[in-house]
Nanobody, 114 residues
């Protein structure tokens, strides 16, 4: 079964940037409509960005203009570029299909703090 591995998180100051990567073992991300999710302490996991069936990127309102999702099928990777980060973006970020049907990976922690 597909196993998802997220990486690229870290501690960054407000206004900073990060690039998250999601790769799949025993499978290919191109086989799925993919998305990025996040979960903050005490909150439910939410979809942050994803692709539609026609490969159009979609974003939740709070990250529009700041986050960018992209995919490199040749490298079997889905990226999430995070710009102009805010403290409220602090969360563990996960990738999964849309809707989320695959086993969840470990996620990657993003902490935005001065």
């Amino acid at each position: 079964q597909v196993q998802l591995v997220e990486s690229g998180g870290g501690l960054v100051q407000p206004g900073g940037s990060l690039r998250l990567s999601c790769t799949a073992s025993r499978g290919s991300v191109s086989d799925y409509i993919m998305g990025w999710y996040r979960q903050s302490p005490g909150k439910e996991r939410e979809l942050v960005a994803g692709f539609t069936a026609s490969d159009t990127p979609i974003y939740i309102q709070s990250v529009k203009g700041r986050f960018t999702i992209s995919r490199d099928d040749a490298k079997n990777v889905v990226y999430l570029i995070l710009n102009k980060l805010k403290p409220e973006d602090t969360a563990v970020y996960y990738c999964n299909s849309r809707p989320s049907r695959l086993p969840w990976g470990q996620g990657t922690q993003v902490t935005v703090s001065s």
